[in-house]
């Protein structure tokens, strides 16, 4: 049996996907947070801690209970990774970031619109926004969950976005496909505000992307 390659771990996957996120611009220091399923638990990165200087080892597990093991605590947002990946069998990965784009329109608790029919990805004619809860609180975990019923993305008010996914990648293109969105919106505004494409259209939209990327 070949041996296992520090990259094929799902430690050194999640490091890898938080460098990535950083150095696209996706986020910025140490703000963002991903977890993975593994198992009856799952893994998410460790709080403040520069993703440059983490190692394997710096990942945190938390079990079936959501109580954390390993040398280091959880990341400050693990109740919304916890909950999520619970309650949706469906998600396997969570990037949670803060995007200047889609984090501007969080600031004014807006969702994204259907102004472009590549809103259909994240599962609906639009992409919510979860009223604000303090970082960190079950309050939050309830709003995002809310948020996200029916859904693979949202955005979190006076915060920034989570994207869901069947795996890392898949959540992390997801998040910069929201981000992408956000920007294009944000510059029609200058217009005033765009039109609408109707329901209808994006749940056609929708089936005519079964099986591509995360619809």
Known sequence: MPAERPEDRPEDQIIAACRAMN???????????ISLRQGDGLLITPTSLDYDRMQPEDIV?????????GRRRPSSEWRF???ILRQRPDVAAVVHAHPIHATAIALHGRPIPAVHYMVAIAGGPEIRCAPYARFGTQALSDAALAALDGRMACLLAHHGLIALGRDLDQALWLAHEVE??????LASLAMGEPPRLPDAEIAGVRAAMQGYAQV
């Open 61 to 69: 597990r938390l079990d079936a209970e959501g109580r954390p093991q």
């Open 81 to 83: 990774h916890y909950d």
């Open 180 to 185: 992408t969105l956000a920007r294009m919106y």
């Open 23 to 33: 150095a696209s611009g996706l986020n910025q220091g140490m703000s963002g947070n």
